[in-house]
C-alpha cells in the first residue's frame, strides 16, 4: 500500500490510528475524555494523555469502576471513551455495561481492543472470543468492527457524533497486513450500512475487521476457479444492514460468514438472525468453532482454528454444493 | 392482575423549605408509613423494606434538609446528587421524591412494580431526578466518583457548587467493586464526594458480622484515605450536623468523605426488628400491613 492519503486518513495501523483519531476528537471536541484502565500503553491511547492530561483519568487496573464511572461521568455532559481490553472489559464488566450503560442509554463509546486471536501471546484468558455475543445482546448499544484503518477512524468520530452507547470492536494494532485499505475510496461508513467491497453471483462472503481482507484474497482465490464470490463488510454488525444482505443473498443463493470470534453468537449467528424469515438460504460459519484458544504463534492460532483466507475458499466451496 | 385500590391516606407530614430537626423526624415517620403503604400496594405487595425503614432517618435528612436539587428542573447543572447505591430500597427514594414534587403522589401506590409502572423496584433514568440505574450491587460509589470528578472538570479543578452524594448499604460492602471506588475516591482527591452507609448490620441470610464482617469498618475508610464520621443514623440532629460538616472544604481539603450511620434494620416495626433475616425483603399481606400501620401510629 501506498502512503497516500486516504479518505482524510494517513495510512497507519489500527492502533496508530486510534491514538490520532482521539487526539483529533479531543481538539474538536472539549466534551470527549478518555477513561483507561492501565491498558493504554497497548491501546495506544496515552497521546491523547499526554495532550489533554485534565480530560484524561485512569482507574488502576479495574474495568468495572472504569464503567460505572463512564457512566457517572456521561451524565455531566462530557463524552467518555473507554478503551480496554475487549476480553476484561465485556466479560469482567458485563453487569456494569447492561445495566449502566445499556440500560441507562448512558452517551459512553466502548473500544474492545485485542479482539479475537489477535493477542496471540496471552492465550485464552485474553482472547476475546464472545465480546461480539455479549455486547449484540444488549439493547441499545450500536455494535461496530472496522475493516480497515481508515474505517475505524470514520467509526470512532461517528460514535462520538451520535447520542448513546457504542462498542467498537478493534484488533491488537500493528498486525501488517490488515493495516492496508480494503473499502473502496469514497467510502464512508454509515451505521446500520454494509459496504459491498466486491460483486458477485454466485456466493456472498460477509465479514467482519480482520476476516475483511481475508474474504477478498478469498474472493481471489475462487474468482481463479470460476467462482464469482461477492463481498461485504459487515462493519455495522448492530444495527445490521438486512437490506444489503438480503439483496445480496436473493442473488447468490449462498453465504459465508467470517469472523475472528466465536460463531456462537458473534457475526455469523447476527447474519442468520437478520435472513433468516426474509431469505433463508445455505449458510457456513468460518469462525472459533466454541473452543478457548491457547497462547501461540499468530499465524499457527488462525492455522490451527480456522480463520484463514483457506478456510473461507473451501466454506465456499462446500456450500457451492448444497 | 388486579390491583388493590389505594384508599387515601391523609399526609401526615410533607417536604417544606427549612423544615426543623423535629419536622424533619416527622417526615421520617411520613416516609415510613408511605414505604409500608408503597409495598402493600405494590403489583407483588412486596419491597426491600428492611433496608427502607433503616434507612429512613438518612433519607428524611437528605431529601429535607440537605439536597439542593429543582424537581421543576430535574437536569438542573448546579443541582447536588444523590445515588442511592443500594438500589433495592428505592421505595424510600420514592417517597421522599414524591413529597419533593418530582412527580404526584399517587404514582407510588398506582406505579410501584406494577406492569407498565414507572416506579421499578430498581429505578431506572426513565424517571425524572434517579441519577443512576442501581440495584446490582456496588457500582453506586464508582457512578459518584465520576460524577465528583467530571463535576470538578467543568469547573477548571475549582471546587464545584455541588455535591455528590451516595448511599450504600453495608451489605453491598461486600462487593470489590464498592472497594474500587472508595480506592478511586481517594486518588482522585474527590472532596466533594459524600457517602453515606446504612449501617444496618444485616445482609441478607444472616448478620454482616457473620457473613463478612466489615471491621473495623471506620478504620477501613479511614485507611483507604477518607475521612470518616460514625454516628446513630437515627438521630436526626446528628445526622444534619455530619452532613454539614462533610459538605465543608476545610474538613479535609482533597479527601472524600464517609458517614458510617450506625442504624437497626426494619426500625421500629417490632416484628421486622427482632426477625431482620426474614425482612431483607418482605410481603405484606392485610394483617401485616395493619399491624405495621398501628406500630407507626395509625
Redesign the interface.
Known amino acids: 500500500m501506498s502512503e497516500k492519503l486516504m479518505y482524510g486518513c494517513s495510512l497507519k495501523g489500527m492502533r496508530a490510528t486510534l491514538a490520532e483519531t482521539l487526539v483529533e476528537l479531543g481538539h474538536e471536541n472539549d466534551k470527549v475524555i478518555v477513561i483507561d484502565g492501565e491498558t493504554g500503553t497497548a491501546t495506544n491511547i496515552l497521546d491523547f494523555r499526554n495532550t489533554f492530561p485534565d480530560r484524561f483519568v485512569t482507574m488502576g487496573v479495574a474495568e468495572q469502576s472504569a464503567v460505572s464511572f463512564a457512566f457517572g461521568a456521561s451524565r455531566n455532559g462530557v463524552i467518555p471513551v473507554v478503551p480496554l481490553f475487549s476480553s476484561f472489559m465485556t466479560r469482567r464488566a458485563c453487569d456494569q455495561i447492561f445495566i449502566q450503560i445499556g440500560y441507562a442509554n448512558a452517551n459512553v463509546k466502548l473500544i474492545g481492543c485485542y479482539s479475537g486471536f489477535t493477542t496471540p501471546n496471552t492465550g485464552a484468558t485474553h482472547q476475546s472470543i464472545n465480546d461480539l455475543a455479549i455486547m449484540r445482546s444488549m439493547p441499545n448499544f450500536t455494535v461496530i468492527e472496522t475493516a480497515d484503518p481508515a474505517e475505524l477512524k470514520q467509526a470512532v468520530k461517528k460514535a462520538v457524533e451520535i447520542k448513546g452507547p457504542v462498542y467498537i470492536r478493534m484488533i491488537r494494532g500493528d498486525l501488517g497486513r490488515y493495516d492496508g485499505v480494503f473499502n473502496k475510496e469514497d467510502y464512508r461508513f454509515e451505521i446500520g450500512v454494509s459496504p459491498i467491497l466486491r460483486e458477485g453471483r454466485d456466493v456472498t462472503l460477509i465479514a467482519s475487521g480482520l476476516m475483511v481482507p481475508r474474504a477478498l484474497e478469498a474472493a481471489e482465490e475462487l474468482a481463479k476457479k470460476g467462482v464469482s464470490a461477492e463481498v461485504i463488510n459487515l462493519s455495522s454488525i448492530k444495527p445490521i444492514d438486512t437490506g444489503t444482505l438480503v439483496a445480496s443473498l436473493k442473488k447468490t443463493g449462498r453465504a459465508v460468514t467470517a469472523e475472528n470470534h466465536n460463531v456462537m453468537g458473534g457475526v455469523g449467528s447476527a447474519v442468520l438472525e437478520a435472513i433468516c424469515d426474509k431469505c433463508p438460504v445455505p449458510l457456513k460459519m468460518v469462525g472459533i468453532h466454541d473452543r478457548y484458544g491457547e497462547s501461540a504463534d499468530i499465524k499457527d492460532l488462525f492455522e490451527k482454528y480456522g480463520l484463514c483466507t483457506a478456510d473461507i475458499v473451501k466454506a465456499a466451496e462446500e456450500i457451492l454444493k448444497y | 392482575m388486579e390491583y388493590k385500590n389505594k384508599s387515601s391516606l391523609k399526609v401526615y407530614s410533607t417536604y417544606k423549605e427549612n423544615m426543623s430537626p423535629e419536622n424533619i423526624r416527622d417526615f421520617a415517620l411520613q416516609l415510613r408509613r408511605d414505604v409500608v403503604e408503597i409495598t402493600y400496594y405494590s403489583g407483588t405487595q412486596s419491597s426491600h423494606i428492611g433496608g427502607e425503614l433503616s434507612a429512613a432517618d438518612i433519607m428524611a435528612v437528605l431529601y429535607g434538609a440537605v439536597l439542593h436539587v429543582d424537581p421543576q428542573d430535574p437536569e438542573w447543572e448546579d443541582r447536588d446528587i444523590f445515588i442511592l447505591s443500594k438500589g433495592h430500597c428505592s421505595a424510600l427514594q420514592y417517597a421522599a421524591m414524591a413529597h419533593r414534587g418530582y412527580f404526584p403522589r399517587e404514582v407510588l401506590w398506582n406505579e410501584f412494580n406494577r406492569i407498565n409502572g414507572r416506579l421499578q423496584e430498581h429505578a431506572?433514568?426513565e424517571l425524572p431526578g434517579i441519577?443512576?440505574?442501581?440495584?446490582?450491587l456496588?457500582?453506586?460509589l464508582?457512578?459518584?466518583?465520576?460524577?465528583?470528578?467530571?463535576?470538578r472538570?467543568?469547573n477548571k479543578?475549582k471546587i464545584p457548587p455541588n455535591y455528590v452524594y451516595v448511599m450504600l448499604g453495608d451489605g453491598e460492602c461486600t462487593e470489590?467493586?464498592t472497594w474500587?471506588?472508595v480506592?478511586?475516591g481517594a486518588?482522585?482527591r474527590l472532596d466533594n464526594l459524600i457517602a453515606i452507609v446504612d449501617y444496618n448490620k444485616y445482609i441478607i441470610s444472616a448478620s454482616t458480622h457473620e457473613v463478612m464482617d466489615l471491621e473495623p469498618f471506620e478504620q477501613r475508610w479511614q485507611d483507604f484515605g477518607w475521612h470518616t464520621q460514625r454516628i446513630d443514623g437515627h438521630d436526626i440532629p446528628n445526622l444534619i450536623n455530619a452532613f454539614d460538616k462533610a459538605r465543608q472544604y476545610e474538613t479535609a481539603p482533597g479527601k472524600p468523605r464517609v458517614i458510617i450511620a450506625d442504624t437497626v434494620k426494619g426500625k421500629p416495626i417490632s416484628f421486622m426488628m427482632k426477625d431482620a433475616i426474614n425482612w431483607h425483603a418482605g410481603h405484606l399481606d392485610d394483617a401485616l400491613y395493619k399491624k405495621c400501620m398501628e406500630e407507626l401510629g395509625l
Do not use: D, I, V
Open positions: 431506572n433514568m441519577e443512576a440505574p442501581t440495584g446490582s456496588g457500582m453506586g464508582c457512578n459518584g466518583c465520576g460524577y465528583a470528578w467530571t463535576g472538570l467543568k479543578h470489590g467493586q474500587e471506588g480506592m478511586l486518588q482522585l
